[in-house]
C-alpha cells in the first residue's frame, strides 16, 4: 500500500463507514419512520453527507491534491448532519458515524 494512502486509511474508513450509515439509515430507518425523519431538509442532508463521505474516501484513494480542501467540506457537512440527527432524535449511531468522520477529515484537512 502507498505510503500516503496508508496514513489516510483511518479518514478513508471513517468516511467509508458515515457513507454506508448515512446512506442505510436514511432509505431504511427514516423512509420507515416517516414524519420528522424525511423532512426534506434533514432527509437530504444525509444522503449529501453520505455522497461526501464516499467521494471523500474515493479522493484519498487516488491521492489527489484536493483531499484537503474535501476533506474540510466533507467535515463540515458531517458536523451538520451529526446535529441535524441529534435534533430529530433515535439516530444516536448516525450521528456518532458522523461525528467521527468530521473528526478524522478535520485532522485530514489540516494536513
Known amino acids: 500500500m502507498n505510503h500516503a494512502i496508508a496514513s489516510m486509511q483511518p479518514c478513508i474508513e471513517a468516511c467509508t463507514e458515515c457513507h454506508q450509515i448515512c446512506l442505510q439509515t436514511a432509505m431504511t430507518h427514516c ?64 450521528a456518532a458515524a458522523c461525528r467521527k468522520c468530521a473528526q478524522s477529515c478535520t485532522s485530514m484537512a489540516a494536513v
Open 31 to 94: 423512509l420507515q419512520l416517516g414524519g420528522k425523519h424525511v423532512e426534506p431538509k434533514h432527509f437530504a442532508l444525509m444522503l449529501n453527507c453520505a455522497e461526501i463521505c464516499q467521494t471523500s474516501a474515493n479522493f484519498q484513494l487516488s491521492g489527489s491534491q484536493f483531499v484537503p480542501k474535501l476533506c474540510a467540506l466533507c467535515a463540515e457537512i458531517c458536523e451538520a448532519c451529526a446535529v441535524s440527527c441529534e435534533a430529530v432524535g433515535d439516530m444516536d449511531e448516525c
